[in-house]
C-alpha cells in the first residue's frame, strides 16, 4: 500500500473573489464575520446593546459623531431623514430636531423606472436609459464648532447649530446659524477654525439660484458672519469641476473636497483669497460622502457604482481590490447612496456597509489597510463611530439601535437570530490528469477542538456541481472519506470563545473514479 500524502491547507490572507471558483485556488473565496490580522484568522469581535435598556432612534441613522464638551460630558448625535438625535454618556436620548426642519428621503429613489417618463415610453420589464435625476438617501453632515455641533442635510438646506454649553443641553433643540448660506449639501470646520457650507445660495437667496459647486465659507472663529470684506476672511469659490458637490473630510489639516466625479484639496493662503483650490483626482468621486472616511493621515474611500477604491494621503492612488467584480455584481447601486464607510482602529482596518440584496444596507466589504487583503460578509449597520472618547466603537443597525463592537464572541442584533461565522476556501487539488486521490483523514490545525466543524466540497471538473462531505467535528484527527480532483474546506462555529484556523492537513490516499 502506498505512503498517504499530507496536503498542507494553506490559503493567503484575505478573500479573492474577481474571477471564476477555479481561479482561487490557493486563496479564500467567500466568509463572513471574518478576519485576519497579523497571520491569524478567526471570527471578528462580537457586539452587544449599548446601555442596559437604550431607546433606538427612530428612523433609519445615516451619520453620527460622538464627541466631549468643555465640561469633560461625553455626546452622540445622530441623524436620520427626518430627525436629528443626541445620546448621553448614559445613553439617554434626546430629540434635539430643529423647529421647521424638513424631513428628506430614507431611501434613494433612481429616477429611471415605472412613473417617470410618459405613459407608452419604452416597453414594460426593461430597464430605462440614464434619464432621471437621481436623487440619493439623505445623509446628515456633521461636525463640531468647539464644543457645539454643526450641521445640515441637502433636503433642508439650512446650517444648524446645537449649543452643548448649557448647563441642561439635552432640553434645546438646534437652531439655524444666523446669516449662514441655505440650501447647503454638506458642510465642514476646517483647522483655521471657519466654517465651510458646500453648494447653496447666500442668506435670503432663492433655492431656484442654487449652485451645487459653490462653496462658502464664514469667518475665522465667527460663523454667522459670512459676508465677505476687508475686515474679515468670510468668502466663496465656484469649483472648476463637472460633478456636484457631496461634502469634505479633514485629512492632514486640510480639507479633501469632493464632487460626485472629482477630488479637490483646499488650502489655507490667508488674505485677500483665503483659500486655493487645487483638484488632486479625476475620475475618482466617492460612491456616497460617507463611504470617505480618514485613517493614520490618509483619506480612503469607495468609488462610484462600487467600481475602485481610492486613497490620499497626499497623493491619490487606486487600491485593488480583490473582491471588486463581487462586490460590483452584488450591490444594489440605486441605493448606493447608503455607504457608509467605518475606521475600525483596533484592527487597522476600514469597513464599507453597503446595501446588497435588498433596499437597505446588509453587507459589507472590509480592507485591512496594514496587511492589505479584504473580506466579505453580512451585517446591517448604517451609521458608524471609531473608537475615541467611548470605550468601544458605537454602530447602528438600520432599526436604530446602537451597539458596541468588538465585543465579546456573540453576533446578535435585536430581534434577530444570531449569526454564525464561517469562511470557505478556494480549490485545493488533490490529483492531477487522471490521478485521482482520496481524503482519509484531517489533521486539525486550530485552537479549540470540538467547537469547529468542517466541511468539504469536491469536484471532479472546475463546471461541476459540488458534492458536501460533512460537517465534520474536528478532532485529533478527524476521520473523512471523501474523493475528487478538487475539494474546498469550510470552517464555522458558533462558540462564544475566541476561535482561530491555522494549517490543516489532508491525509490522501491513491483513489480511482467510480
Known amino acids: 500500500m502506498a505512503a498517504p500524502e499530507y496536503v498542507p491547507l494553506q490559503f493567503e490572507p484575505g478573500v479573492w473573489k474577481n474571477g471564476t471558483l477555479y481561479q482561487a485556488r490557493g486563496r479564500w473565496y467567500d466568509a463572513d464575520l471574518m478576519r485576519w490580522s497579523v497571520g491569524a484568522l478567526g471570527p471578528i469581535g462580537g457586539w452587544r446593546t449599548w446601555g442596559d435598556s437604550t431607546t433606538a432612534v427612530t428612523g433609519v441613522p445615516r451619520t453620527a459623531l460622538p464627541w466631549m464638551d468643555n465640561s469633560f460630558r461625553r455626546w452622540l448625535a445622530v441623524g436620520t431623514a427626518a430627525k436629528l438625535y443626541v445620546y448621553d454618556s448614559s445613553a439617554t436620548l434626546a430629540d434635539i430636531t430643529p423647529t421647521g426642519f424638513t424631513a428628506g428621503r430614507t ?298 463592537h468588538e465585543v465579546g464572541n456573540t453576533y446578535q442584533d435585536v430581534g434577530k437570530a444570531a449569526k454564525v461565522p464561517y469562511v470557505e476556501s478556494g480549490p485545493i487539488e488533490l490529483g492531477n490528469g487522471n490521478r485521482i486521490l482520496s481524503a482519509t483523514s484531517l489533521i486539525p490545525d486550530v485552537t479549540s477542538l470540538g467547537d469547529i466543524t468542517t466541511t468539504f466540497y469536491t469536484r471532479l471538473y472546475p463546471t461541476d456541481s459540488d458534492t458536501t462531505h460533512g460537517p465534520y467535528t474536528m478532532a485529533a484527527p478527524t476521520s473523512v472519506r471523501f474523493t475528487g480532483r478538487t475539494a474546498r474546506m469550510k470552517c464555522t462555529s458558533n462558540s462564544s470563545d475566541p476561535w482561530n484556523v491555522g494549517v490543516p492537513r489532508l491525509e490522501l490516499q491513491p483513489g480511482g473514479r467510480r
Not at 368 to 397: C, K, M
Open 107 to 404: 431611501d434613494a429613489d433612481p429616477n429611471v423606472g415605472y412613473g417617470n417618463s410618459v405613459y407608452g415610453q419604452s416597453t414594460y420589464g426593461n430597464a430605462r436609459v440614464d434619464l432621471g435625476i437621481p436623487e440619493p438617501a439623505t445623509i446628515w453632515s456633521f461636525d463640531l464648532w468647539g464644543e457645539n455641533l454643526v450641521g445640515c442635510t441637502p433636503d433642508d438646506g439650512d446650517l444648524y447649530m446645537w449649543d452643548a454649553s448649557t448647563s441642561t443641553p439635552a432640553t434645546a433643540k438646534a437652531a439655524r446659524i444666523s446669516n449662514s448660506p441655505q440650501f447647503t449639501i454638506a458642510t465642514a470646520v476646517t483647522s483655521e477654525r471657519i466654517q465651510m457650507a458646500f453648494g447653496g445660495v447666500p442668506s435670503g437667496g432663492a433655492e431656484a439660484d442654487r449652485d451645487r459647486r459653490r462653496i462658502f465659507w464664514s469667518d475665522s472663529e465667527d460663523n454667522t458672519d459670512w459676508t465677505a470684506s476687508s475686515t474679515n476672511q468670510a468668502g466663496d469659490h465656484i469649483l472648476d469641476t463637472e460633478g456636484d458637490l457631496l461634502g469634505a473630510i479633514k485629512v492632514r489639516d486640510r480639507l479633501l473636497i469632493f464632487t460626485t466625479i472629482d477630488a479637490h484639496l483646499a488650502t489655507y493662503v490667508g488674505l485677500p483669497y483665503v483659500y486655493s483650490f487645487d483638484r488632486v483626482g479625476d475620475a475618482c468621486g466617492p460612491v456616497s460622502i460617507n463611504a470617505v472616511c480618514v485613517a493614520n493621515d490618509t483619506a480612503y474611500w469607495m468609488g462610484r457604482s462600487a467600481q475602485s477604491f481610492f486613497s490620499y494621503d497626499g497623493t491619490l492612488r487606486p487600491i485593488p481590490c480583490d473582491v471588486e467584480s463581487y462586490l460590483t455584481t452584488q450591490m444594489n447601486l440605486s441605493q448606493a447612496s447608503k455607504v457608509v464607510a467605518w475606521h475600525n482602529t483596533l484592527q487597522n482596518e476600514i469597513w464599507w456597509f453597503y446595501p446588497g440584496t435588498s433596499v437597505e444596507v446588509d453587507a459589507y466589504v472590509a480592507y485591512n489597510y496594514l496587511e492589505d487583503h479584504w473580506s466579505v460578509g453580512s451585517l446591517a449597520r448604517s451609521a458608524v463611530t471609531t473608537r475615541g472618547i467611548f470605550l468601544n466603537p458605537l454602530l447602528f443597525d438600520t432599526s436604530g439601535n446602537p451597539y458596541e
